[in-house]
């Protein structure tokens, strides 16, 4: 079973379908006892950090989450992978999970030229950098659909994938021990998507 | 560095795929649900979905048509036509769209694109216009190119996109069915005024008028209807030729 926490941001539709078409058996839930009991646990969202980490506050999940991310597998998909670092510098200052080392800043600043727009959305090549069982049945060089307008920074350690944009390697794929990020959407990523899913179903 | 993206769209009315040429002589084609499945096997990097039905009826026809796609292909899903309200917005996200495309909710009410940016976010609106040269100017319509607004188009796109429209999809009338090219000295007008997302949408005859395009920078996207529905085009040997031009491509 995975559950996919809710906390009441954004929008789970696609994420459960995509999972469900893998055959796996998901569950959307917001109680601490159902990520107790599941075998992993996927953070999502959208959104603002901010306002994503208060509702996230609200439900009181957060020592669940640290807890059981020291026991099995979780995934943050794009705002839920920003949660999992030390801090976010998005419309000011907010602390994140810290569960990965690393922070949360405005892409816009970090370009190297305003030619490049923001939100950087649409399809990117990922370029494995490490080696993980999640790219196992990954192909190189895959295609991967982002749509953020921040992106994490000082987690080179962390780093398993990186897309080009602007001059930056933005982090695609990041892991420290049990917790993995995506900030792309392995959801509305096609097959490429689809077997990044199936690999985090098998870790 | 990103993809262009090559979108088909699909106008939908009463459960079917139809699409016209200048907006009048609508004609039957195919099954969206098929459809949709053949597009995204083909490589196609979006898929955008027209809902061009009156009747509460067919509403619920195309809300079912919506959840049964997103239940089964795994690309982006923009979803158009008749979105007036928020509650526009919620219904056709709860079935599975990513972006919702309004285009005379918008003019009828200008506050709808920052009360949606503000609540779902700026990169699920999409600011979709229908636009055609009239007086020398580039000239904003409303419902479905019948109606001359006044309004000029290229002030509109601005401040849709300080509105937080996160997209554009720009339709020239103009070129719409006439499949002589895209209106490429509208859409330069347009990226010389935005820095958002541009998608151009009118105009494709052939596979050499998307290469053309995707030479102006400012352009992220060509959409197209008719020439993908009919066959006239594979997405899978235009995204080849494209890659082979030195367009970059997902394939």
Not at chain 1, 184 to 190: I, L, M, V, Y
Not at chain 2, 47 to 55: G, H, K, N, Q
Request: glycine fraction near 10%.
């Amino acid at each position: 079973m995975i559950a996919i926490v809710d906390y009441g941001v954004g929008n789970l539709f696609s994420l459960q379908s995509s999972l469900r078409s893998l055959g796996l058996e998901t569950e959307v839930t917001g109680e601490a006892e159902r990520l107790r009991r599941a075998e992993r646990i996927i953070l999502p969202g959208v959104g603002a950090f901010g306002d994503a980490r208060a509702k996230l506050d609200a439900t009181r999940l957060v020592p669940v989450l640290l807890e059981e991310a020291e026991q099995k597998p979780l995934l943050g998909i794009c705002l839920g992978m920003q949660l999992l670092f030390d801090r976010s510098f998005e419309y000011g200052e907010h602390p994140g999970l810290g569960l990965i080392p690393g922070e949360v800043a405005d892409l816009r600043e970090a370009l190297d030229s305003r030619r490049w727009k923001v939100p950087h959305m649409g399809w990117n090549r990922l370029e494995i950098v490490r080696d993980d069982p999640l790219f196992r049945e990954s192909r190189r060089g895959e295609y991967v659909y982002y749509v953020h307008s921040f992106y994490a920074r000082r987690c080179e350690d962390s780093v398993l994938a990186t897309s080009e944009y602007g001059g930056v390697a933005v982090p695609g794929v990041v892991r420290r021990g049990n917790v993995w990020g995506a900030q792309f959407h392995p959801e509305k990523s096609g097959e490429a998507g689809l077997r990044l899913l199936r690999a985090f179903a098998e870790l | 560095m990103l993809a262009k993206r090559i979108i088909p769209c699909l106008d939908v009315k009463d459960g079917r795929v139809v699409k016209g040429t200048n907006f009048e002589g609508l004609r039957d084609m195919a099954d969206p649900v098929e459809m949709a499945r053949f597009y995204n096997a083909s490589g196609a990097d979006e898929l955008v979905f027209y809902d061009i039905t009156a009747s509460a009826e067919g509403r619920n026809l195309f809300t079912d048509i919506l959840r049964r796609v997103a239940s089964d292909i795994f690309i982006p899903l923009t979803v158009g036509g008749g979105i007036r309200t928020l509650e526009d917005f919620d219904r056709v996200l709860k079935c599975g769209a990513d972006k919702v495309s309004v285009n005379s909710g918008a003019i009828a009410d200008p506050a709808l694109i920052a009360a949606a940016a503000k609540k779902y976010g700026d990169q699920c609106v999409v600011l979709s216009m229908d636009v055609k040269r009239l007086d020398g100017q580039f000239r904003l319509f409303a419902k479905g190119g019948r109606e001359d607004t006044g309004i000029d188009a290229m002030d509109w796109a601005v401040r849709g996109a300080e509105s937080g429209a996160g997209e554009i999809v720009l339709n020239s009338i103009d070129t719409d069915g006439v499949k002589d090219g895209f209106d490429l000295e509208m859409l330069d007008a347009l990226a010389a005024r935005v820095r958002v997302p541009i998608v151009a949408s009118g105009g494709a005859g052939n596979m050499a008028h998307f290469a053309e395009l995707f030479t102006h920078p400012g352009i992220d996207a060509g959409l197209a209807a008719s020439i993908f529905h009919t066959k006239q085009v594979d997405i899978k040997d235009l995204k080849r030729y494209l890659r082979g031009k030195g367009v970059e491509m997902r394939l």
